[in-house]
């Protein structure tokens, strides 16, 4: 088994044992998106998932410890310096929050449960409910264009959506052109979290220096990315570069924004909730909070910034106003173009009107915004985390208990 079904597995037992006690718990009728959830739960498709659902009962004793006490190892004493909370107490928390709401040690600190946990671990979507439930049950086909970077592109470009092009493509085969003398973007095709991602900066007559400084002329770069491609297939994208009001937020890396757009009950998308993603320290190529990076989230309305802070699951950096390099200050900012943004979402949305939750992640440059892409499946997480009170009391909720009750989802 290769280390990435390895992880997968891994990934999908943790969303298991996280869900048994809401699989439990749930009482048909009373919270819709609960019900969908536990009638999924215990129906399991194929001998893979029924072998999923008895490990986890097995493992979930051993699991919920060593996942407390872990992510306490790391985060307790910070809690309790910044907080006053005492050790034993976040431990206790949560043990009862996993029994309630199914929060392991992760999420406990990803959404700063150890304040009012018991009145606010309610309020948030899991991330065990969306990745094996709810997104998966609004698919109507697979095979869109949003799983696919290459495609993804194709597909902007022949529907009038701006999207950031693919330069070159490599699946293991001799490419059809040369690398431009520009700055470089590269990624792999399928990949999450930015992981893989490099950047490679131009230096003139076909020269790049890269991650770490080190320097490669094009076709010795070229050459290094057909023989990874042959192991994973990448793109080549040109690097974009931020609107001058976002480039004192980011140490180097494009800031991008997470917008979630969602059906509503006409079929019509609307924005619900976004935050924007960027860099510090010596982060100068990727934005993502799971690779590191800081975030604040915006205000749909207003289109302003607040506090920021990176995933959570580390608290060392905690909360701050003003960009921890620069000093620039996040909270309060507002986004440029940010009626375009929203617009250009609802628009890209209508195109691809198979899918009832897109979370877009879009750059917005000089010119205005330019999709990077989009999720299907996106992470909530990403979102919640910079939300006191979480997506299940919000509109998003009742707009996804709507298509699900639409698809027969919900039991009656």
Known sequence: MSLARVRQTAERLVYRVAGLPVALR????????????????????GAAELAELVAAIVLSPIAVAGASLWFTVRN?????????????????????LYFSDGVLGPWYYIFGLHEEGERRAPTFIQRFETKTCYFRLLKERKGSPLNDKVRFAEYCAANGIRSVQTLVSLDGGDPLRKLPDQDLFIKPTGGRGGRGAERWDSLGASSFTGPGGEQLGGAQLLQRLVERSQVTPVIVQPRMRPHPDLVRLTAGALPTLRVLTCLNEEDEPEVMAAMIRT???????????HAGGIGALVDVGSGRLGK????GADSR?????????????????????????????????????DRVVIGWDVAV????????????????????????????EHRFAALLAHHLRRRGAVPA
């Open 76 to 96: 307790g004493a910070t809690i309790r310096r910044r907080y006053g909370k005492p050790i034993a107490a976040q431990l206790g928390e949560q043990l009862k």
């Open 279 to 289: 860099s510090f320290g010596t982060n100068r190529t990727v934005d993502n909070l």
């Open 317 to 353: 950096l905690g909360w701050f106003s003003e960009h921890p390099d620069s000093g620039a200050q996040i909270e309060g900012t507002v986004v440029p173009c940010w009626e375009l943004v929203k617009s250009a979402a609802v628009a890209a949305h209508r195109r691809f009107a």
């Open 365 to 392: 440059l000089e010119d205005g915004p330019i999709f990077i892409e989009g999720n299907g499946n996106p992470d909530l997480d990403i979102l919640q985390r910079f939300m006191r009170i979480g997506l299940r």
């Open 26 to 45: 749930a009482r048909r009728g009373a919270d819709p998106l609960r019900s969908a959830f536990a009638h999924r739960y215990w129906h399991p498709r």
């Open 308 to 311: 920021a802070s990176n995933l």
